[in-house]
Every structure is written in C-alpha cells, then in structure tokens.
C-alpha cells in the first residue's frame, strides 16, 4: 500500500492481510465487551511511537462507538514519551467510559509501557514483557544506547569528585571535558519529564488516590536502570502487580487469550515484512510503509 504521505489510508484499499485480521477484532470485541484497536510499531525497522501515531490513532477512535469502552491492544519497543502521554490522553478523552484497557499479548517496552501506565487495567500474558522506561540516548559509537539517567549521574559524579578532591583534579577536569552542559539539561530533563508522564498518568488513572511521591517509590523498578541493569530487560505481570500496577492475567487457554495471540503473531509479521506501523481496528486504519532501503 504505496503513498506518498506519511501514512495510508485501508478505508480505500483494504489489503488481504487486514481481512484476515479483521474477524479477530470483531471476536475480541464481543468477548472483551468492548472495541478493539490495536498499535503495533515493528521491532524490525528503525520507527519508534511519535506523534503522527497519535494523529492516525484519533482518526481511528472517531470512527467508533467507544460508550462501553477501549480496549488497546499494543505492541511496541517504544519511541517518544510525549507521543505516549498524548495517547493516553486521546484514548481516555474518546472512551465513554473515561479509561481504557490496555492488552499486551507480547512486548509493550520503554513509552509503550507508559501507554499502558496510562490504562485503568493492564491485560498481560505469563510471558507478557513491559519494560523499563528511563530515556535512552543514541546509538553512539559502537551502536550502542546509553540510558540518560546513567549519563547525568555519572557527571554528576565527576563533578562531585573534581570538587571535592584535595589533590590534583586534572582526571576529572579530562573526563568532564567530555561533556556538554547543555546537553547535560536536557537530559536531566527528559529524565525528569518520563518520571513525571509515568507518575501523573497512574495518579489519575489506576493509582488514583495514591500521592506522586509514593507512586514515584512504587515504580522505581520501570524508572531505575540501576534496578533493571539493561533497557530491554523484561518486566514481567507479577512485577508490574507488586509495583501497585491493575494487572490482569488471562487464562492462556481462553478464547480471549487464543484470539488476542492470534492478532499479536498476524500483526508482528505484518510489521515486520509488509510496513513497519499499524494503527487498525475491525473495519480499517493506518500503516506506515517500511523504509525503502530497507524493502527485499
């Protein structure tokens, strides 16, 4: 499905792979009680969540009758943290009920896990990965990401050390060198701002009545990379539970679960070979082609 737009529109042209879907939103929707739309970034191409997902998502949401509800079935390594919290936002300002669900059949990693933070409930399998949610920076040399909270702590560090010391400071002065200030700030405050779009999304949603402070302590598993040691490790259902997160685990041998996998595998292939982003429900949506230079 060409375009030369950022996006293309199913309602025109809907492609054999969402026909073949499209039975598995309306089952999900009657057993679930609620419509279905799904988001689906791919973890092949170079794409992440921004915020033309957020536009194409709201198209999808006023196409459909929300009075009993959302059911968000997500699929994601992440992307930007103000794209996560704008679809909060628009998931909980469509639904008549005023909350969604959020159903993670597979992966939902980093902003992904923020969308789902955002949920009155979190729907996970036993083997159903949420992930850590501190902001990354890169790739640097050698391809590798660097965590930003370990990037301010560690000049901050520096700094202390150069200030303190009673002896020659040169070392530290080499290595501070090194940094930018500037970019320091930001850092600081994007490590700042994903801590805050966590906390304010589960004050006021499945938190509710708990203070920010005490939700900052709860969550410090998804917000320390102390706790995690690496971005992509997996935080499981009975973490995420012990964090004080509403979450429900299906039954693997339920109808709900069986159609709901069966989605997350059609999806992830499609995501992976034919386009690199789906924002789709029952009827239609939006995908977003794959790189060209990265097409077979």
Known sequence: MASDSPFSSMQAERSQDHRTRAPLYRRLAREMGRP????????????????????????????????????????????????????????????????????????????????CMGASKVIMGPSSELGPIDPQWGPTGNNIWLS????????????????????????????????DEREIAEFRSAVLLADDIAARALSTGMLAGTPVPEIRKRIDVFCSPDRTMSH?????????????????????????WKTAYELQIR???????????????AKDGYVVGAPAEMDE
Not at 168 to 179: C, K, R, S, T, V
Not at 232 to 256: F, N, T
Not at 267 to 281: F, N
Request: glycine share 6%.
């Open 267 to 281: 999806l992830d292939a499609y995501v992976s070979t034919q386009a690199a982003k789906a924002i789709e429900w």
């Open 148 to 179: 930003l909270t370990n990037v301010v702590s560690t000049y901050d560090d520096l700094f202390v050390r150069a200030e303190q010391t009673e002896g020659n400071i040169e070392p530290y002065l080499q290595q501070l060198a090194n940094y």
């Open 36 to 115: 279905v739309v799904a988001i689906f970034t791919s973890y092949r191409y170079p794409v992440m969540l921004d915020d033309s997902d957020a536009n194409m998502l709201e198209s999808v949401l006023q196409e459909i009758d929300l009075s009993n509800g959302l059911c968000l079935v997500i699929s994601s390594p992440g992307g930007n943290g103000v794209a996560a919290e704008r679809i909060i936002n628009m998931c909980r300002a469509y639904s008549g009920t005023g909350e969604y669900w959020a159903f993670v059949p597979s992966k939902a990693k980093s902003a992904a896990t923020m969308v």
């Open 232 to 256: 992509g490790r997996p935080i499981y259902q009975a973490e995420a539970a012990a964090c004080g997160l509403a979450v429900e685990v299906a039954d693997v041998k339920s109808h709900v």
